[in-house]
């Protein structure tokens, strides 16, 4: 009986739809029900009605790992919705798409259920998370040099490494937010998607090429099949992928950690939600305070 207990303790949990959510281990040592979300009030926050953020989500659930098992996914919660709690109170307004206008897949199994803030703003923006707008439709009609946005936000989780990275469109609204002097936002594997910048354009011309930043590293996502979190080893490398390209992540473990180089700020894993929020906020301030 205790050896069955014990293994179902490291199982993933098999879903509906055959894919798997992480084991009980893998929750009790990767989730909390309560974030460290700090309800920092902003003196400069934004009071204007114009500019905002536009977060890139995933549509995507099930990540096939390279033994053929489907991982239940999505973007973070607490990856997504701390920030977004700086972000607002900050004065930013957020715009939400995804590749097609699908719907926002989100892990909700790491949902932190005694948590009022985090619930409430996803509540406050489950319309959008429902019914997104389409990267196609705002590549056709977006990209200009009016437009409101002041930062790229692109959201954790593993869910982020499935359809963004290969999308032109993705890339495009990543080339023209760099070329534009926004901020790009990107947290845990959130910058996945800035592989897409590097699609049609010459070799050695990617746009974060020479930055440094942190993201969830390698190596601890190939440690976390053996506590259940995931049925097995990813198909690709998130951080073997930016360095091809010129970019170096810094952080080898998960601790929090977060960094600025230029108008990139990355955090490492849901760890750094809250500072990443904070620094992001501050960072978007600080550039409307510098041109007023």
């Not at 619930?119 to 998370?129: E, L, S």
């Not at 707008?133 to 982020?160: E, K, M, Q, R």
Request: aromatic share 8%.
């Amino acid at each position: 009986m205790f050896l069955l207990q014990k293994i179902m303790f490291l199982s993933p949990k098999k879903e509906s739809d055959g894919s798997y959510s992480p084991s009980p281990l893998g929750l009790k040592l990767a989730t909390v029900k309560k974030s460290d979300y700090s309800h920092d009030k902003y003196t400069n926050a934004y009071t204007g009605n114009r500019l905002k953020v536009l977060m890139i989500c995933t549509e995507e659930k099930n990540m096939t790992m390279k033994n053929g098992k489907q991982f239940s996914t999505g973007n973070h919660p607490v990856e997504m919705l701390v920030p977004m709690l700086h972000l607002q109170s900050a004065g930013f307004d957020i715009d939400i798409i995804t590749p097609t206008g699908k719907p926002v897949q989100i892990e909700m199994w790491a949902m932190p259920q005694d948590d009022d803030a985090v619930k409430g703003i996803y509540q406050k923006y489950k319309q959008q998370f429902d019914h997104p707008g389409s990267v196609t439709d705002f590549v056709n009609n977006s990209l200009t040099h009016d437009s409101p946005y002041i930062a790229v936000y692109l959201p954790g989780g593993h869910g982020a490494m499935l359809g963004l990275p290969e999308n032109p469109g993705v890339g495009e609204i990543i080339r023209w937010s760099h070329k534009q002097g926004q901020h790009m936002l990107a947290i845990c594997h959130g910058p996945a998607a800035l592989l897409a910048a590097n699609i049609g354009v010459e070799p050695g011309e990617f746009i974060y090429k020479g930055y440094e930043m942190t993201a969830f590293p390698d190596e601890v996502d190939k440690q976390t099949p053996m506590m259940g979190y995931m049925p097995g080893q990813l198909p690709w490398a998130l951080g073997k992928a930016l360095n091809a390209l010129g970019t170096t992540v810094l952080n080898k473990k998960i601790n929090g950690a977060c960094h600025v180089d230029r108008k990139l700020v990355s955090g490492d894993s849901p760890l750094a939600a809250n500072e990443f929020g904070k620094i992001a906020a501050n960072c978007l301030l600080n550039e409307i305070d510098k041109s007023s």
